[in-house]
Nanobody
């Protein structure tokens, strides 16, 4: 079954932390670079962090030093530890394979909402 299930979102104050988790079916996970994306009403969905099957992680500038992405290949899960959250991090967060074009990805989970208040 092709599936992505995100969890862990919530409402926090600025400076707080959250840990997001994603359970992925092997179709998505096996040997693929996985990414966390976020979307707001003002911006299209975009990746903020991604991790290769070997564990090499990369981040966009706006989250580098605050977010940590990790994966468990045995459990087919990918996580995002978010620290020192800012109001501009407020978004719906999704996990998926990394793609040059988000429009190429046809299957998504329901996402998890993160709300950061000032």
């Amino acid at each position: 079954q092709v599936q992505l299930v995100e969890s862990g979102g919530g409402a926090v104050q600025a400076g707080g932390s959250l840990r997001l988790s994603c359970a992925a079916s092997p179709y998505f996970f096996n040997s693929k670079t996985m990414a966390w994306y976020r979307q707001t009403p003002m911006k299209q969905r975009e990746p903020v962090a991604f991790i290769s099957s070997g564990g090499a992680a990369n981040y966009v500038d706006s989250v580098r030093g605050r977010f940590i992405i990790s994966r468990d290949n045995a459990e087919n899960t990918v996580s995002l530890q978010m620290n020192n959250l800012r109001p501009e991090d407020t978004a719906i967060y999704y996990c998926n394979v990394l793609s040059r074009s988000v429009s190429d990805l046809k299957v998504w989970g329901q996402g998890t909402l993160v709300t950061v208040s000032s």
